[in-house]
């Protein structure tokens, strides 16, 4: 079994364990433990990523840092993507938001990176549109899951539209930056990732 074959049985594993475990609350507080799956998602990708240097490191310190700080932004304004506020499922925070956060986005991404990579002929600007159409959908999978797990909550329990437009827009201006330094992503396991976290955020949400 070579390294891409073993990363994406991990990755099955682990994420259909944690949709049967979670749905059928077969194990309490087993949602408890998605910063960690965050964490090892991150690092299996990372470890399936062929090209490594500086404006490699550069991106992805870019996408994650960026990430957590809009967040905070978000969290302490309201004026990006709403009224919310995070749970404690997503584990420890830092200026009230979960320090996973910046995983996540960088997870989010990659993955969206490594699946319009593969039109090679695009312009990098129309790479960016297309990572950022792939995750205002992803967000709408999520939401319902993220309330009823309370990742975090909205204000009066609605969700408002400029939460949809303000990550299209943050993923596009991430994804471009992340276009502009990165070489097209060939990266099988991160494709397999986003697919896998697709089916756990639909099998949780129905």
């Known amino acids: 079994m070579n390294k891409h074959t073993a990363s994406i049985a991990i990755l099955v594993i682990l994420y259909s364990v944690g949709l ?19 964490l090892i998602s991150l690092g299996i990708i990372l470890w399936n990523h062929e090209k490594w240097d500086n404006k490699f490191l550069l991106a992805i310190s870019i996408v994650a840092l960026a990430g957590f700080f809009v ?16 749970g404690k499922t997503l584990g420890w925070q830092w200026l009230d938001v979960p320090l996973v956060m910046a995983v996540n986005w960088l997870i989010l991404i990659y993955c969206s990176a490594a699946i319009v990579s593969r039109r090679v002929e695009w312009h990098w600007a129309m790479k960016a549109f297309a990572s950022a159409v792939i995750l205002m959908t992803m967000d709408f999978l999520i939401e319902p899951v993220a309330i009823r797990y309370d990742f975090w909550q909205w204000a009066d329990g609605v969700i408002p539209d400029q939460n949809y437009l303000a990550w299209g827009g943050i993923a596009f201006v991430l994804s471009a930056i992340f276009f502009q330094l990165v070489p097209p992503v060939n990266n099988k396991v991160a494709l397999a990732l986003f697919l896998l976290q697709i089916g756990f955020f639909v099998g949780l949400a129905i």
């Open 20 to 38: 049967i475990g979670i749905k059928f609350n077969l194990v309490e507080n087993l949602v408890l433990l998605t910063p960690i799956n965050l």
């Open 71 to 86: 967040e905070v932004a978000g969290v302490k304004t309201g004026a990006i993507f709403g009224d919310y506020t995070y």
